[in-house]
T-cell receptor, first 111, second 117 residues
Framework: SQKIEQNSEALNIQEGKTATLTCNYT??????LQWYRQDPGRGPVFLLLIRENEKEKRKERLKVTFDTTLKQSLFHITASQPADSATYLC??????????FGTGTRLTIIP | DAGVIQSPRHEVTEMGQEVTLRCKPISGHNSLFWYRQTMMRGLELLIYFNNNVPIDDSGMPEDRFSAKMPNASFSTLKIQPSEPRDSAVYFCASSPRGGTSGVETQYFGPGTRLLVL
């Protein structure tokens, strides 16, 4: 079965710097890869979706890349702010199959 | 739109008791998902419905777990009898289209935090 690894459980970044989170998967490449944000005591909130034939997707200060050769997605937050502190989840999906989530990376932006 | 609504938000019960979690999806959404989240295992899909019909329940851990969706605006997840290892946060999510096209966004509720003593 597909295994998803997010680089670390916790990541601390200085405010203003770029935060980079990693999502690695095994086996076959997913058709789609999604990133969600989860705040304490709340459900995950969708941020971005990238397809396997797309190399990069941007939304405001967020950027996601998808490298099917490395079997990896990178999630970047530029000019990070304390309000960006949260847990970020990646999720893989294939047509006809359910969405599979990673365990998440807890990001803390230090003022 | 109020988003996905779950109740109760917190539930504390004793081992052996029946627990019923409730979910109201976003109006107009065709798919509904039940997830369980723990520190050890992360977010796991238990079951999902499309147009009120259960499509995939392979994630339901045991016969003690059951889920129903009697209509498009309501679903329940029941645990009977409950055990301490069932302690987790249970999320309900809904999606506008069929659940496994791959591109649909899932909208999560706030979750029910369950503690079984």
């Amino acid at each position: 079965s597909q295994k998803i690894e997010q680089n670390s459980e916790a990541l601390n970044i200085q405010e203003g710097k770029t935060a980079t989170l990693t999502c690695n998967y095994t086996n076959y490449s997913p058709a789609y890869l999604q990133w969600y944000r989860q705040d304490p005591g709340r459900g995950p909130v969708f941020l971005l979706l990238i397809r396997e034939n797309e190399k990069e997707k941007r939304k405001e200060r967020l950027k996601v890349t998808f490298d099917t050769t490395l079997k990896q997605s990178l999630f970047h937050i530029t000019a990070s702010q304390p309000a960006d502190s949260a847990t970020y989840l990646c999720a893989l999906s294939y047509p006809g199959e359910k969405l599979t989530f990673g365990t998440g990376t807890r990001l803390t932006i230090i003022p | 739109d109020a988003g996905v609504i779950q109740s109760p938000r917190h539930e504390v019960t004793e081992m052996g008791q029946e627990v019923t979690l409730r979910c109201k999806p976003i109006s107009g959404h065709n798919s509904l998902f039940w997830y369980r989240q723990t520190m050890m295992r992360g977010l796991e899909l238990l079951i999902y419905f499309n147009n009120n019909v259960p499509i995939d329940d392979s994630g339901m851990p045991e016969d003690r777990f059951s889920a129903k969706m009697p209509n498009a605006s309501f679903s329940t997840l029941k645990i009977q009898p409950s055990e301490p290892r069932d302690s987790a946060v249970y999320f309900c999510a809904s999606s506008p289209r069929g659940g496994t096209s791959g591109v649909e966004t899932q909208y999560f509720g706030p979750g029910t935090r369950l503690l079984v003593l």
